[in-house]
């Protein structure tokens, strides 16, 4: 079992920057793929990024290359968004979540694929 916790969000104006965080209780951590989703009010939740096991593959949506950049820690058990431009369709709450499947080698953007969630962040972006 792994628990997730997001942090880091909050309201922002439209060209800032916010790094979201997201601590996972647990040893397996470094076994996980990780991802970022969200999810908009009235809209599906969508996959923002994603991160192999050990950093070696990251995975963007269109929406946001060039703009986000996810990492992680293993020595810390944490995994990082850093949101850079943001823009005011990127509000929305942003959930972390861990896949455990394959060692966490390969990296889902499929929100089926993941085993654990966090509770979200609101992350807010003002024009």
């Known amino acids: 079992q792994v628990q997730l916790v997001e942090s880091g969000g909050g309201l922002v104006q439209a060209g800032g920057s916010l790094r979201l965080s997201c601590a996972a209780s647990?040893?397996?951590?470094?076994?996980?793929?990780m991802g970022w989703f969200r999810q908009a009010p009235g809209k599906e939740r969508e996959f923002v990024a994603g991160?192999?096991?050990?950093?070696?593959?990251?995975y963007y949506a269109d929406s946001v290359k060039g703009r986000f950049t996810i990492s992680r820690d293993n020595a810390k058990n944490t995994v990082y968004l850093q949101m850079n431009s943001l823009k005011p369709e990127d509000t929305a709450v942003y959930y972390c979540?861990?896949?455990?499947?394959?060692?966490?080698?390969?990296?889902?953007?499929?929100?089926?694929?993941?085993?654990?969630w966090g509770q979200g962040t609101q992350v807010t972006v003002s024009s």
């Open positions: 979540a861990a896949d455990p499947s394959l060692m966490g080698t390969v990296v889902a953007s499929r929100g089926r694929e993941y085993d654990y």
């Open positions: 647990g040893r397996t951590f470094s076994r996980y793929a």
């Open positions: 991160i192999s096991w050990n950093g070696g593959r990251t």
